[in-house]
């Protein structure tokens, strides 16, 4: 994948989380969870309005982060590497947004439905950096 369509793809996401915001408004409350401690349960809530765009705006901008970080503050040396990047961390966000309008929805599921996943991702995505590029420094 080029690093254009890797930008498309984690953007695209990153909007699609906002926008199943905006689809699912009246069914979400109006001061919603976002931030869920060990055991799953929520122990952060903001308004609706900044919950639907905030983590998609975060997102955005750390895909942009990712991308175009100054080289000193990157130990990125693989254009391959930073295009996976920008789809692993604009996937993680959209994923985990989805994770917190389902619990505002009234699901709950487990934490490790989020985590496990995400997790795994993380430490198949390190892996692969680390065949891909051998060891940083």
């Known amino acids: 994948m080029d690093a254009r369509s890797a930008d498309l793809v984690a953007h695209t996401l990153l909007v699609g989380a906002a926008l199943a915001g905006v689809l699912l408004w009246p069914a979400l409350p109006d001061s919603m969870a976002i931030h869920f401690g060990a055991g799953g349960e929520p122990d952060s809530f903001i308004a609706k309005p900044i919950a639907v765009i905030l983590t998609p705006a975060i997102g955005v ?77």
């Open 61 to 137: 901008a750390s895909v942009l982060l990712v991308r175009y970080a100054p080289e000193w503050a990157s130990r990125i040396r693989s254009p391959h590497v930073e295009t996976l990047s920008v789809v692993f961390v604009g996937s993680v966000i959209a994923y985990v947004q989805g994770f917190v309008y389902a619990w505002n929805l009234g699901y709950r599921p487990s934490i490790w439905v989020v985590l496990g996943p995400v997790l795994l991702a993380a430490a198949a995505f390190v892996a692969y950096t680390y065949t891909r590029e051998g060891t940083p420094g």
